[in-house]
């Protein structure tokens, strides 16, 4: 089941702006993850994060394991059409894994 | 490297026929797979998964069932479909010898009961 808080549900932006999204949870997690889901294929694994304070970047793409391991942010610079999609943060201790409901981001040209 | 497949990419059924979908993962061994069922634009639903060959645990009571009869091989599976069946359905593998691994997704059925 879902039992990640992950805002904003959904994100309407200009082309070349920063986005920003995050998760927070009650439960403490090893690992946090983000997703990327386009329409009609599987979630594809962006960022894996696996200790406490770590930031770790793939490209545009920034993310943070949150201090109290409860929370993680995702940051998107400069934003492109194709960043289109839905964002799924994702915590994981010891094989449970619980996934955020979702952030959907359009990108306007 | 590691590739997972998943088949049909859609389907359209009646109700109260039988189902099959079939999951399967390359380059990787004892891996736990999982099945997810998503509604259209909601988040992911687990339903099952497995650690072993035989060994499968149900997340939610429902009209589904699952079986892993090879290491790399799982089935989801119905007798007779509803229509609260329709959705997209994830198959997904993370390493069995990590307890803290990625999973990783197929690309998904979307099944249609109507």
């Known amino acids: 089941g879902q039992q990640l808080n992950q805002s904003p549900q959904s994100m309407f932006i200009q082309e070349g702006e920063d986005v920003s999204m995050n998760c927070t949870s009650s439960?403490?997690?090893?690992?946090w993850l983000w997703y990327k889901q386009e329409p009609g294929e599987g979630p594809v694994l962006l960022i894996a994060?696996?200790?406490?304070?770590e930031l770790t970047s793939n490209g545009r793409l920034t993310a943070q394991f949150g201090i109290t391991r409860k929370d993680s942010f995702l940051n998107i610079s400069a934003s492109i059409p194709s960043d289109v999609g839905i964002y799924f943060c994702?915590?994981?201790?010891?094989?449970?894994?619980?996934f955020g409901a979702g952030t959907r981001l359009t990108v306007k040209p | 490297s590691q590739t997972i497949h998943q088949w049909p990419a859609t389907l359209v059924q009646p109700v109260g026929s039988p189902l099959s979908l079939e999951c399967t993962v390359e380059?990787?061994?004892?891996?736990?797979l999982y099945w997810y069922r998503q509604a259209a634009g909601r988040g992911l639903q687990l339903l099952f998964y497995?650690?072993?060959?035989?060994?499968i645990s149900s997340e939610v009571p429902q009209n589904l069932s699952a079986s892993r009869p090879q290491d790399r091989q799982f089935i989801l599976s119905s007798k007779k479909l509803l229509l609260s069946d329709s959705g997209f359905y994830l198959c997904?593998?993370?390493?069995?010898?990590?307890?803290?691994?990625?999973?990783?997704f197929g690309n998904g059925t979307r099944l249609t009961v109507t």
């Open positions: 997904a593998w993370s390493d069995g010898q990590s307890f803290n691994s990625p999973l990783h």
């Open positions: 439960s403490i997690f090893n690992t």
């Open positions: 994060l696996y200790k406490a304070g």
């Open positions: 994702a915590g994981l201790l010891n094989n449970d894994m619980r």
């Open positions: 380059g990787t061994s004892n891996p736990n």
């Open positions: 497995s650690v072993g060959i035989g060994q």
